[in-house]
């Protein structure tokens, strides 16, 4: 954990302990665990790369628009995705499963094959990893397409999916899971409320991070803002809470500074490249590599951020700055107000 209790000598001791030692393995190539990490750099965005690939129409199965209908008809867009990324230098790649669940599934007429589109995401990160060492795959679990704030959907049939997906992601054998690009607090409780019984049940402890959507206006979608996400999220027990989505990480930087002051386990950050803007009738993101990379340092080294990523609009070059820049770098110790 990146923050330090006021006052406590010995945890400050153990902390700068823990620091040298994670980073004296790290320079020596020996195998870390997730949690051993003073940084950890996600991939980059899954849906603008796509589109970007020359990706024929079969591969969709007819299925156009569904990512995750990629894993089970053009495997090798994504795996070319995952080693992409991992070879600009990211240490944890997303499995093509955001939209995983029946909910969403059901909208494509696949929703009897959530348990093997997670299975085959989860085997195709692992195959674009091959043999590298201290890489890892994250369980992506999104918000879905209905939100019970709003109506869409009762809570017990969002937990039921949630708890569909996540048993899959699990038995697929992921290191971690994430729980993003949440967009109403009712549905982000339903959801980790839902993973953390799953985990209980299968006797299994796993790294589970938080990411919240916060809008240009500075609320979530449903009018959430990080003081309510902070009081709402706090009894969970969080590897991580962060963002992602929507802004870039100018837009950002009022939110993970009060995470930084309020939030005492680790912070994440994996903005878009910027605010999208309309040129010549194209949707396309401003930041170059190099101010994002720019940006992300100043959260680390300033706020206290440890994960860190891209979302929409981020490339493989991207990424390659942000490993680039963040070498090295160990993230700001923080001491949290509570």
Known sequence: MLFLPVGSLETRIFFMLKL?????????GVNMTFQDHPILIFDGACGTNLQQMAIP????????????????????????????????????????????SRIVLAEYGLQEKVREINHLAIDHARKAIGGRENRYIAGSVGPGTKLPSLGHIEVEELADATRQQVEALLEGGVDCLIVETC?????????????????????????????????????????????AVVATLEPFPLFSLGLNCAT????????????????PQRISCIPNQGLPEVVDGETVYPLSPNDFATQMHRFCTEEGVSVVGGCCGTSPAHIKALAEKLAGVEPRQREVSR
């Open 20 to 28: 040298y030692f994670a980073a004296h393995f790290r320079d020596k």
């Open 57 to 100: 129409d079969q591969a969709w199965g007819g299925c156009d628009g569904c990512n995750e209908a990629l894993n089970l008809y053009g495997p090798e867009f994504i795996v070319d995705l995952h080693r992409s990324m991992l070879d600009a230098g990211a240490m944890v790649v997303e499995t093509d499963t955001f939209g995983a």
């Open 183 to 227: 967009q109403d607090l009712l549905q982000t409780k339903t959801a980790l409320i839902t993973t953390f019984e799953v985990l209980e049940s299968a006797n299994l402890e796993l790294p589970v991070l938080a990411s919240v959507t916060i809008e240009q206006q500075g609320t979530m979608l449903v009018g959430s803002d990080i003081g």
């Open 248 to 263: 870039g990480p100018q837009d950002m930087a009022s939110h993970v500074r009060y995470l930084g002051q309020h939030w």
